[in-house]
């Protein structure tokens, strides 16, 4: 097995006073002052400066949501893709739909206008006709003078 390679980037030296520091550490056999008070009488058992001290029971507190979200998205990254696609074809869906209805309801009411404009509509249709029959006297001229 090889052995790797510590290079100058990859490793943080320490300075003179640090490695006196640790040396002084490795050498007090780790007898380190106590932080738990003495028992009372060290004969009994029975009692326990630790229980004297006892922590005080904080409640743990709720994620929030947005923590709650991110959390979901990072563990469940394919589901989160899948229900953003599928949202958002609702969404479209739901918006084309809205459009739709609008616009039908537009071309209803323009129908409606043209139903009580009964003679703007008859006078398009003659000015229609008059117009296909000038172009057709038009057709029949030109082929004339071609000679078709």
Do not use: C
Not at 56 to 83: C, G, H, R, T
């Amino acid at each position: 097995m090889k052995s790797k390679k510590v290079n100058r980037q990859s490793h943080a030296g320490k300075s003179p006073y640090e490695k006196e520091a640790y040396n002084n550490f490795l050498r007090s056999n780790f007898f380190l002052d106590k932080t738990v008070k003495d028992p009372l009488n060290p004969g009994k058992t029975e009692v326990s400066s630790f229980e004297e001290d006892k922590p005080e029971k904080v409640p743990p507190s709720k994620k929030s949501m947005a923590l709650i979200v991110k959390d979901f998205i990072n563990n469940n990254w394919f589901v989160s893709i899948v229900v953003t696609v599928v949202g958002g074809f609702i969404i479209y869906l739901a918006t084309s739909f809205i459009s739709l209805s609008i616009n039908q309801g537009i071309q209803a009411k323009d129908i409606e206008i043209i139903k009580t404009n009964q003679k703007d509509v008859v006078s398009f249709k003659d000015a229609f006709i008059a117009f296909k029959v000038g172009v057709s006297k038009d057709i029949e001229f030109i082929k004339k003078k071609i000679g078709y």
